[in-house]
């Protein structure tokens, strides 16, 4: 397999839909923790949204439209601070996709590293925040290295969600500094970052629809 | 859980089609939610906009109307409303003047507001964010999301709102906002926890014997948590968290017409000294009765007297609240000429309402 087609990445959104639901109560419950506990509720609403809309996101005429589509249709139904954040990433990714009706290990890198650009633009997160970031930046790091050393989109995939597990488990030692949870310092230590744990689901769905 | 609801999933709609039917001069549009005047304004006055998660009634829907706020986007409980509703809602209301947002201080809010500003910048409709951020009881800016936008939020849609009626333009109304930002600060504190409807438990765990001093208004965790303790008690922590406090210094995104993009701006609140004159605002979160407000005012009144600061206007009573919560807040705002003026103008809104 050489590159990713529309279809795979439908594919990938509807996967991501059904985590959503089936973990709505588990990222709730995150959030709830150190945040306002209302992660799983929102996540779910928008890619229920997304879910609603799969026929006409099938055929959209090439990837560019069927990410600025979904981004469009996060940022007005998921709300909070994730709504703004993955619409952004949908968005800015569907930037660099002029055209493009399917993605090779690069394009799949450059997409995301332009949309993860823009998510840390947009809520101003770098790496140990206990973010989102703290799954997406090292994934797109690791498509770089996969893409350096040549590896196939399956094996890219596999480094990939690795790193992103990684990632997510590291939030747990983390102090928050961003999102409500920064209000609780030092006693945000020792509970995961549910938005890291949403980007996890959502990167490990694309593996699993294309794999 | 035992709340007035129907379904859980219909509860925003179903509240704002009350407030229409029970507030005639209000017109309310679901998709996307939005809740405005039902008479246009005159040509060229700045649209003061606001909004935020559900869950605070009566702000800010209950401050829509002539003196106050033009338009206000609520959001699901507790969470931020999306940017497509300030976009649609703006576009509906905007009189050739400009669009002012008042937003709040919370991460969510900020970014969805912030979108909504690129939006209608980038069809040249000139939109300015100006941040709420007066709650005390978050100490610094520099590892958290800064402090949150709590009472001080009520206080400047009202005057803000009256310039706005003035005939102030954007910038002034803008400056304005500004300079009640950096004049108000505020402390809350909480005897019980609130619940959330789609949750349907308890937002956070706190014991029968104990208080949270400095609460944010969805249950965030304040300073401390204490043995709950006399009403003077708890209004003496408050008035000294907010008459102590140094002065704040922080950097705010604000749009930059200029250069089309966010630049931030530094603003900085003065401590408050004797010889101040003040709007006070003592708030329910809900659930405490406004007879036990009445009992904080004269405690707060005291303490501030022997300050010699002294109250020149005051809100006693539920305005910013935190659905079922029980519990408090005081909000103190530096008054001067200017803004005194504004808040004495008429207004006619279903939560403030004074005047002609």
Redesign the interface.
């Known amino acids: 397999m050489k590159t990713i087609n529309i279809t795979q990445l439908v594919k990938w959104l509807e996967n991501s839909a059904l985590v959503m639901r089936e973990n709505k109560d588990y990222l709730?419950k995150l959030d709830?923790d150190i945040g306002?506990?209302?992660h799983g509720?929102?996540m779910e609403?928008g890619f229920n949204k997304v879910l609603e809309k799969l026929d006409e996101l099938s055929a959209s005429k090439d990837i560019a439209s069927l990410f600025k589509n979904t981004g469009m249709t996060l940022?007005?139904?998921?709300?909070?601070?994730?709504?703004?954040?993955y619409?952004t990433l949908f968005l800015q990714a569907s930037i660099v996709l002029k055209d493009k009706t399917e993605l090779n290990l690069r394009d799949l890198k450059d997409c995301l590293d332009n949309g993860v650009n823009g998510v840390k633009l947009?809520?101003k997160a770098s790496i140990g925040d206990k973010t989102m970031i703290d799954v997406l930046d090292p994934v797109v790091q690791s498509l770089s290295d996969s893409l350096n050393a040549e590896l196939s989109i399956s094996e890219a995939l596999t480094d990939m969600v690795q790193v992103a597990e990684k990632g997510m488990k590291s939030t747990t030692d983390l102090?928050a500094?961003?999102?409500?949870a920064?209000?609780?310092?030092e006693?945000s230590i020792g509970h995961q970052d549910a938005g890291a744990t949403s980007s996890y689901l959502i990167v490990k769905s694309l593996k699993k629809a294309i794999n | 859980m035992k709340k007035l609801i129907n379904k859980i999933e219909d509860v925003i709609v179903e509240q704002m089609q009350g407030m229409a039917v029970a507030h005639p001069d209000l017109r309310i549009n679901l998709e996307p939610k939005y809740i405005c005047r039902n008479k246009a304004t005159k040509k060229g006055k700045v649209v003061i906009l606001s909004g935020g998660g559900s869950g605070h009634e009566p702000m800010h829907g209950g401050f829509v109307g002539v003196g106050m706020l033009d338009a206000a986007c609520p959001g699901e409980v507790f969470t931020s409303p999306t940017p497509d509703q300030m976009y649609e809602c703006a576009k509906a209301v905007e009189n050739g003047g400009g669009v002012l947002f008042l937003v709040k201080n919370y991460t969510g809010d900020v970014m969805n507001f912030e979108m909504a500003a690129e939006m209608l910048n980038s069809e040249g409709i000139e939109t300015q964010n100006i941040l709420i951020d007066d709650d005390v009881a978050v100490k610094d800016s520099l590892y958290t999301a800064g402090r949150r936008g709590v009472g001080t939020t009520v206080i400047m849609e009202k005057i803000v709102g009256a310039a706005s009626e003035a005939g102030y333009n954007l910038n002034e109304c803008a400056n304005l906002a500004r300079k009640v930002n950096s004049r108000g600060r505020s402390m809350g504190i909480a005897l019980t926890s609130c619940i959330v409807p789609a949750a349907g438990k308890p937002n956070f765990d706190i014991d029968e014997d104990e208080i949270e001093i400095g609460v944010g208004i969805h249950g965030e965790p304040g300073r401390k948590r204490i043995a709950h303790t006399t009403a003077d008690e708890i209004t003496f922590i408050l008035t000294n968290a907010i008459l102590d406090d140094e002065d704040y210094t922080r950097q705010l995104n604000e749009w930059d017409a200029e250069s089309s993009g966010w630049k931030e701006k530094t603003l900085v609140s003065e401590s408050f000294k004797s010889g101040d004159k003040m709007i006070a605002m003592v708030n329910s979160l809900g659930s405490t009765p406004v007879s036990e407000l009445y009992s904080v005012y004269r405690k707060l009144d005291e303490i501030c007297a022997e300050k010699e600061i002294s109250l020149v206007r005051n809100l006693v009573g539920a305005y910013i609240t935190a659905l079922d919560m029980q519990g408090c807040s005081i909000t103190l705002v530096r008054a001067d000429e200017e803004i005194l003026k504004f808040w004495d103008s008429p207004v006619n809104t279903p939560g403030l309402r004074w005047g002609k």
């Open positions: 709730t709830s306002d506990a209302d509720f929102n609403r940022i007005s139904s998921i709300g909070g601070a994730s709504g703004p954040l619409g947009r809520g102090i500094k961003k999102g409500r920064s209000y609780l310092g006693r």
